[in-house]
Structure formats: structure tokens, C-alpha cells
């Protein structure tokens, strides 16, 4: 019998190497920056993580005029993250990435503060994209060879972990739980990682340091990529005619794998995620990364895409219950943010129809760490202060009820184009006179409604209010959607008649027994009670 060409353990590996390298990725063997194998390797230590070398190129690419110290100290500060634990410095490190380094730089007319950026966000072609397999890595006590490492401008962002799609039910939760035996064994390599992923063919999820298994996710969202057919990869064949596998029709459409690394990994999609679509939530005294889902991912590029290049700046957001929408509004925030320049520095309005949802968002702005929420709470006279900050044309994230467009108006507060209003929980309450009241006072806003339940009635229509007249949701994460992800669960309900008796005594005599001592009244009046 000939022996199988394939290796099980790389059934997985391999396809998803291929496919990072179709996205524009480099491919390196871990051998090959094994400097206990090649000592020419540029890599002083299988302790080192960091592709000092690399990264060194980068930053002189990236930030162009900076002199040699300037550099020294960049790769200092990454390699060396002057925090405690790993929660603290992973937040720092983010930080770090998104914003720069500002550090003093003398280029020639003396020392002055200059921020240094790890990686250019605006252009991901400038970036250097690397994918190494097999890389050992020494930790204090173990030596570890995590399956794929992505590196992005030499610095490790991405670890997955690969298993056999033969164990399918079992070989995802075996790599997860390798991803979090590695942070513990070769924790260095997590210092400066964004996302984490497990894979095995038919199953793929993804997460961040320290999140549950339950708190990973798969990524449903296709785009518009064209997947091979793999019941046409050779190591694919050969697992079908060896009968390891024995139904082709699961390769009828993509795998999970495909569409995770497609939609995740995608350079323009992977610096998405890590600049727009990651948080760090203080929780009960303790740090809580947060990675964007697909639903989320979706919808917030949806609603930029409306108001930056669409005439009609409007649209409904239903998202079922669990699909994380106070997230999916802070995300969107951050984003449109991100877009001052094009949006000419925006306010952003947050609307609510209850005080306790209103301190619910904007608990998690703050807890988030968004830079400076303002929440506008009912009290005597505040609609005064809403209607001044909105009047005012400087960029600022507002959140507030919507009893506090009370006040009819005989001019709008603002003809701004450059406001934008989300409204939460739109189907309940923006039909009456407090939502016409602040649609008069915003005439030029963009409207976004946010909704798992929308309305089609004649008096209290969702749609008539929120969508352009050819479209009724801009973005759908319906009850179907969340029950196949996991995020509900389907209530079954069986009627039947229950059996009751009483054992040994009447109920009339147990009753006597119990109040021999109240009077005929009172123990008429009790059985006339209960």
C-alpha cells in the first residue's frame, strides 16, 4: 500500500500558509531563523521574538529623517515594555502602535519631541507582512514551536494554532487550549500579540489573550474573495481516497478556515481590526481585551462608507440581542473619529430612550476608555447645555436621552453635515414629538437606527423613517444568525398536565388540623384567601 504523501498534523497548516501568501504575505520555514541552526540568522537567541532586523528597516522606511539613537530607542521600547503583567503591557503595547512612540529626536536643529510609528495604517502596502511556521521559541522553562506566527514589520502580532480536520469536533478546542498552554511557556512571544487564532479545516475562531473558549469566535462574513476548491488540494485528495475523510460535499463551499483567514487576515481587514475594532475594558477591577465579531465589523464599515461617499446618510443597523450593539456603537465611534479630516472634526450623537440604557453606553465608552464622552443627563434646564454643545461645530462624542428634545424649536439648533446621530433602541421611541423635535433641530445629521426589533406599522415604521426607499436594512444580524453562532439558544415549550395529589389526608382535614384554633370566620376568610 503506498504510504500517504500527507502529514495529518500540516493538513491544516499548509493550506492556510498558501492562502497568506495569495494575501500578499512573505513565507519564511522557522528554520531558517533558528539560530541554533543557522547562526546567520539574524536572530540572537531563540528567546527573541522580535525581528530586530526587520523592524529596524521599517521604521526607517516609515518614518523617514529619523537618525540611528531614534531608532535604538524605538526597538528598546518594544522589545523592553516597561509594564507590569501581561495584561498591562499587551494595553501598552497597543497603545504604543496605534498612536506612536513620541520620543526626543535630534534631526540637525536640536532635541524636539517626534512620534515614531511601528507600523503606517494608511497605506498597508508600506507594511511588511510575514508568515513563519514552525518557529522555536524558549521560554523560561519550555522551548515551543507555535504552527504560524505573523509577523507584521518584524514584530509578532498574530499566533494560530493549527490540528487535524480528521478530529473535527475536538482539534479546535486542542488548539485553543495550546494557545493559552504557550502564553504561559513562552510568554515573550505574547507581549506584543493582537489576535489569536485556531484552526483545523471545518472550524476556525478567533480571540485575544485571555479570552474563554467561549469568548472565540468564528468569522461568517465571505466578502467578495474567490476560495479554491479544496477537494482539489493535494494533501485534500489524498485524505478523501484514504478515506480519513469520507465526504467530499464538505468542500462543496468554503471552509471555516478559508473565510477566517480571508476576513481576518486580510491586510487591510487585520490592521482594521487591531487599530479600530480592539478595546481594553476595565471590568470589576480587571482589564477585559475585546475584539470586534464580524456582525460588528461589518456594520460600523457600512456606516462609514454611508456618510463619508453616499448622498442618502441614513440606515438601520438590526442586530439581534447578543450581537454586542453598545460595542458595535462604540466601534463605529472610534472609526468615524478616525475620519476627522474627511468629516471635518464630526459630532457624534448618541441617543437613547431610557436613563438606565443611556448609563449603559456610556459606562462602556468610558470603562473603554474613549477619549472624553460626554453624557447629557435629565435635569432641570440641560437641554440648554445639549442644544449649546451641539451648536458648536468642534468634534465631540455626545450620549443623551431623547426627552431632551422637548422643546419645539423654531430654528434648527444645527446645519451641520457633519453630525451623526445613532439612536438606540429606535423602534420604541422614534415616531413622537421629542424624535421630530431633533430631527427639526439636526436637518442636515445622518440618522443610523440600531434596533433588533424594527417596525413596519403605519403609525410606527422603522424603515420609513431610517431607510433610503430602495433599501430596508443597512446592515442585518437576524435571530437566525445569532442562534447559529451561539449567542442564543432556542426556547422550547411542552405543554402538559401535572399529576398532583395529597397523600394520606383530605385537604379539608390537613386545613382543620392546621387552624383548629381560628374561628369559623377566620378560617372561612383564609380559604377564601388562598
Not at 157 to 181: D, F, H, M, N, Y
Not at 286 to 291: L, N
Amino acid at each position: 500500500m503506498a504510504k500517504p504523501i500527507f502529514n495529518e498534523d500540516t493538513l491544516s497548516e499548509k493550506p492556510a500558509i498558501e492562502q497568506l501568501r495569495r494575501l500578499g504575505y512573505e513565507y519564511l520555514n522557522g528554520e531558517t531563523l533558528d539560530p541554533e541552526m543557522h547562526e546567520d540568522c539574524k536572530r540572537a537567541s531563540r528567546r527573541d521574538v522580535v525581528l530586530v532586523s526587520r523592524l529596524r528597516r521599517k521604521l526607517k522606511e516609515i518614518n523617514t529623517g529619523i537618525s540611528e539613537a531614534a531608532v535604538d530607542k524605538v526597538i528598546r521600547r518594544v522589545t523592553h515594555i516597561q509594564a507590569e503583567g501581561l495584561t498591562e503591557i499587551k494595553q501598552k503595547f497597543h497603545k504604543d502602535l496605534i498612536a506612536g512612540i513620541a520620543i526626543d529626536h535630534d534631526g540637525g536643529s536640536g532635541r524636539q519631541k517626534k512620534t515614531i510609528y511601528l507600523i503606517d495604517f494608511e497605506h498597508p502596502e508600506r507594511n511588511e507582512f510575514l508568515v513563519v511556521n514552525q518557529l522555536s521559541v524558549k521560554g523560561p522553562i519550555e522551548t515551543d514551536r507555535p504552527d504560524i506566527i505573523v509577523f507584521i514589520n518584524g514584530i509578532p502580532i498574530v499566533v494560530i494554532e493549527c490540528k487535524s480536520p480528521i478530529a473535527r469536533q475536538t482539534g479546535l478546542s486542542k488548539a485553543l487550549t495550546q494557545l493559552e498552554r504557550y502564553q504561559t511557556e513562552i510568554p515573550q512571544l505574547f507581549n506584543t500579540n493582537q489576535l489569536l487564532i485556531g484552526i483545523n479545516l471545518f472550524g476556525a475562531k478567533y480571540g485575544a489573550i485571555g479570552s474563554t473558549p467561549e469568548h472565540f469566535h468564528e468569522w461568517k462574513e465571505q466578502g467578495k474573495e474567490k476560495f479554491p476548491n479544496m477537494a482539489e488540494h493535494p494533501s485534500v485528495k489524498e485524505m478523501l481516497e484514504s478515506g480519513l475523510i469520507k465526504r467530499k460535499d464538505l468542500f462543496d463551499k468554503p471552509t471555516a478556515q478559508d473565510v477566517l483567514i480571508a476576513g481576518v487576515m486580510s491586510k487591510q481587514n487585520l490592521l482594521d481590526i487591531i487599530r479600530n475594532f480592539t478595546v481594553y475594558e476595565y471590568d470589576r477591577g480587571s482589564i477585559i481585551k475585546k475584539v470586534c465579531r464580524y456582525q460588528q465589523f461589518r456594520a460600523v464599515n457600512k456606516i462609514l462608507k454611508r456618510v463619508i461617499g453616499e448622498e442618502e446618510k441614513k440606515g438601520i443597523v438590526w442586530h439581534w440581542q447578543g450581537s454586542g450593539k453598545s460595542l458595535t456603537m462604540l466601534f463605529a465611534a472610534v472609526k468615524l473619529r478616525r475620519e476627522e479630516k474627511k468629516l471635518k472634526n464630526p459630532i457624534i450623537l448618541i441617543v437613547t430612550d431610557r436613563i438606565d440604557l443611556d448609563d449603559q453606553i456610556s459606562k462602556t465608552f468610558r470603562n473603554c476608555n474613549f477619549p472624553n464622552p460626554i453624557q447629557i443627563k435629565e435635569k432641570g434646564g440641560t437641554h440648554r447645555k445639549l442644544y449649546e454643545l451641539l451648536s458648536d461645530n468642534t468634534g465631540k462624542t455626545i450620549m443623551t436621552t431623547v426627552f431632551l428634545f422637548r422643546k419645539e424649536l423654531k430654528e434648527p439648533i444645527s446645519r451641520a453635515e457633519n453630525i451623526i446621530v445613532m439612536t438606540d433602541e429606535a423602534h420604541r421611541s422614534q415616531y413622537g414629538f421629542y424624535a421630530l423635535n431633533m430631527r427639526n433641530a439636526l436637518p442636515n445629521a445622518s440618522f443610523f437606527a440600531f434596533t433588533g426589533t424594527p417596525l413596519d406599522k403605519r403609525d410606527r415604521n422603522t424603515y420609513r423613517h431610517f431607510s433610503p426607499a430602495d433599501e430596508r436594512y443597512l446592515d442585518a444580524y437576524t435571530i437566525a444568525n445569532a442562534e447559529e453562532d451561539g449567542e442564543i439558544v432556542r426556547v422550547k415549550y411542552q405543554s402538559r398536565l401535572v399529576q398532583l395529589q395529597v397523600v394520606g389526608k383530605t385537604l379539608d382535614q390537613l386545613f382543620d388540623e392546621l387552624f383548629h384554633d381560628k374561628t369559623p370566620q377566620e378560617r372561612l376568610r383564609l380559604k377564601k384567601k388562598y
